[in-house]
Nanobody, 117 residues
């Protein structure tokens, strides 16, 4: 199973980007899908997470600007990022977690987001 993330890039402050992540292979039923980010010299932090039923929670720093969504049929997760600020600059990683029988955690390879001021 591999997670392929895409959609990163360079954008000016105030702009928008949409990240996508899709799983290939037999991944089973995923309970949680999330996006994390890691800026240079900082620890990886969770940006947003969504559960099977579609409920979502966000880091305080991105509330009201980012929206996470998922497509269960495609085993895909998305992150719409609006009103970007330079502090959002980081490598963004998608994450999928299967709990219960045969628990597993999967990570994407990371996609760079750079916000210029």
């Amino acid at each position: 199973v591999q997670l392929q993330a895409s959609g990163g890039g360079l954008v000016q402050a105030g702009g928008s980007l949409r990240l996508s992540c899709a799983a290939s292979g037999s991944i089973g039923s995923i309970d949680f899908m999330a996006w994390y980010r890691q800026a240079p010299g900082k620890q990886r932090e969770r940006v947003a997470r969504t559960s099977t039923g579609g409920s979502a929670n966000y880091a305080d720093s991105v509330k009201g600007r980012f929206t996470i969504s998922r497509d269960n049929a495609k085993n895909a997760v998305y992150l719409q990022m609006n009103s970007l600020i330079p502090e959002d600059t980081a490598v963004y990683f998608c994450n999928m977690v299967r709990s219960g029988y045969r628990p597993a955690t999967y990570w994407g390879q990371g996609t760079q987001v750079t916000v210029s001021s």
